[in-house]
RNA sequence: UCCUUGAUAGCUCAGCUGGUUAGAGCGAGUGACUGUUAAUCACUAGGUCCCUGGUUCGAGCCCAGGUCAGGGAGCCA
């Protein structure tokens, strides 16, 4: 017998093939078991037929629940109907295991249940898309970066070095000495890259930041390449390189996965065109609203956001309204009665959603026209600012005192560091940040101190700059950031298999 | 750490200004039905209304404190 994957059953139509996988969903009629399998390439419909099948089979289809093991053996049939556009004429059922009942149900759920059995919660279709394009995210970093010659060389996951700081640093017991958990590589990737000439991390990265955002999560996967020869500018093209490569690569090859999470992608085939590269101080003029991008202002959109917002208020409440009438007026059928009944489940969430949006905005608003020059961008900044556009942006030049001690000094002005922040459109904001490194012993040392770093834990980072200093710049991406722009994703927690963050360690 | 929203059946939610025995849909179980796509239909079971204290003739609903969770700020990829 041929054992298949789902994914090229078409090729075996007219054959007679087996199957190994778990049920998704059941219907059953009488004299006929309707199974959907899934096998972790693609779902596939399995008809049962007691008229075609011995009285065992047909009653050990019956059996089968929601999630049981099984391997199924039938013929490949044309079914316009399908997904696939094939079902399989079951002839045989060999059942692995009966599943108990299955907790996850094929309605909605809320975030905690599904975040309490994410290690069920990833059999579901959305995710099994999600885990699948964040795949194909990992394969295009790495086939961007081998082809152009760099190594791949990882940093230690135990450091003695506080890059930023150690007040969000995970701190353990290494043979009694304090090591933090890295939270970035890169200082390892500068003195790899004087090694290599081009290389390029990929590992984990791990911040003890108490924050509780559909932005942040306390385990991430970060990318952080590292060029020796390389200026800001070289930098930023290299950025814009990978970033072209990875979106037009997962358009090409992840249709289906696109299509199972809904993801329009219009708006990523966009980013064939140049990303625009702005200053710090253009970009504060932007978010003030003293400068319009393509006709659109900051300001005006966030007001128009709010109107908006409390427009489809009214509109979501007279729907709701609508629909508990005709409910209440008794004529509709049971089925007519339940799909409004969830209709109007669905509005109801909406409205927590829009409120949600009608409570921040205003603050969002009014940070947006107090920024104070010489600040650091939050949140709502860069979502405030990249809603102006329909590419990832790059914004170069930052105040130096608001940025990391190793950032080069902008040679031409001194106020500013040679930092370059990407932010992603549609309100994602950061996904990637970097720029040229200091190559002033000096200057550093002023700057390490400043940070209030303890020296001697950056003696052989120094060294770097007194053995054949070169000019040298790199960036860092974040994974779950990335997977979560391209997915259109709500929440970073959905972009890793296993979340961690602030209250979560558990599945 | 701060601001903000919430916790009612296995799940998703409704429950009016505080008023008798707390509801619906889904899921589960049983039965019906030979082509279903979240199948449909009928019936059945299923509750410490998050915890502690208070107000009241009476609390799921009001008040205080706590626990847990969602969103946001700060900080960041």
Redesign the pocket.
């Known amino acids: 017998m041929t054992e298949a994957y789902i994914k090229n059953l078409k090729q075996f139509e007219g054959q007679t093939v087996t199957l190994k996988g778990w049920v998704s969903?059941?219907?059953?009629?009488?004299?006929?078991v309707?199974l959907?399998i899934r096998d972790g390439y693609g779902i596939c419909?399995c008809?049962v037929?007691?008229?075609k099948v011995s009285e065992e089979v047909f009653s050990n289809a019956s059996k089968l629940?929601?999630e049981s093991s099984l391997s199924i053996s039938g013929t490949v049939?044309f079914?316009e109907?399908?997904?696939g556009g094939v079902?399989l004429?079951v002839t045989n059922v060999e059942i692995y295991q009966i599943a108990s009942?299955?907790?996850?149900?094929?309605?909605?759920?809320?975030?905690?249940?599904?975040?309490d059995r994410r290690h069920l919660w990833l059999r579901s279709q959305r995710q099994w898309a999600i885990m699948r394009i964040r795949n194909r995210i990992i394969y295009s970093i790495h086939q961007f970066f081998q082809e152009q010659d760099f190594v791949q060389m990882d940093a230690p996951i135990f450091t003695g070095n506080a890059c930023?700081?150690t007040?969000?640093l995970f701190e353990t017991d290494f043979f009694g000495e304090t090591a933090y958990l890295s939270?970035?590589g890169?200082l390892y990737g500068e003195a790899m890259a004087f090694a290599m000439n081009k290389i390029y991390t990929f590992g984990p990265?791990f911040?003890a930041?108490?924050?509780?955002?559909?932005?942040?999560?306390?385990?991430?996967?970060?990318i952080e390449p590292e060029m020796a020869f390389h200026d800001i500018f070289m930098n930023m093209d290299l950025i814009e390189g990978m970033l072209r490569r990875i979106v037009t690569d997962v358009i090409a090859t992840c249709e289906t996965e696109l299509g199972v999470i809904g993801r329009d992608v219009e708006m990523l085939k966009n980013v064939v065109k140049p990303f625009p590269r702005l200053t710090y101080d253009e970009a504060v003029r932007i978010i003030k609203g003293e400068q319009d991008v393509n006709g659109k202002n900051s300001i005006k959109t966030i007001e128009e956001d709010i109107t908006s917002a409390n427009a489809r208020l009214i509109e979501i409440n007279n729907e709701i309204k609508e629909r508990e009438d005709k409910i209440a007026s008794g004529s509709l059928?049971?089925?007519?009665?339940?799909?409004n009944?969830?209709k109007?489940?669905?509005l109801?969430?909406e409205i927590?959603d829009v409120?949600?949006?009608l409570?921040?905005l205003p603050?969002?608003l009014n940070?947006a026209k107090n920024f104070e020059y010489g600040?650091?961008?939050?949140?709502?900044?860069?979502?405030v600012i990249t809603r102006l556009f329909d590419v990832p942006i790059m914004v170069y030049n930052w105040p130096h005192a608001?940025?990391?001690f190793y950032l080069k000094r902008d040679p031409n002005d001194s106020r500013f560091a040679r930092g370059v922040?990407?932010l992603a459109p549609e309100g994602y904001?950061?996904?990637?940040?970097?720029g040229e490194r200091e190559t002033d012993e000096q200057l550093l040392i002023e700057k390490i101190k400043e940070h209030e770093l303890p020296m001697e834990a950056f003696e052989w980072y120094l060294d770097l700059r007194r053995y054949g200093s070169v000019k040298h710049a790199g960036?860092?991406?974040?994974?779950?950031?990335i997977v979560?722009w391209l997915c259109k994703l709500?929440?970073?927690?959905e972009a890793i298999p296993f979340p961690r963050?602030?209250?979560?360690v558990l599945p």
């Open positions: 969903n059941k219907r059953e009629s009488k004299g006929l309707f959907n419909q008809v037929d007691a008229a629940t929601l049939v079914d109907k399908q997904i079902e004429q009942e299955y907790p996850i149900a094929k309605k909605e759920h809320g975030v905690e249940f599904l975040a930023e700081g007040s969000n939270q970035s890169q990265t911040r930041e108490k924050s509780k955002t559909r932005r942040h999560l306390a385990e991430f996967w970060m059928k049971k089925g007519e009665i339940s799909f009944q969830a109007i489940d669905k109801k969430n927590k409120e949600e949006d409570r921040n603050l969002w940070s600040n650091d961008f939050g949140g709502s900044d860069e979502t608001v940025k990391a922040d990407v904001g950061e996904i990637v940040g970097g960036f860092g991406l974040g994974l779950e950031r979560c709500p929440h970073v927690r963050m602030m209250g979560r």
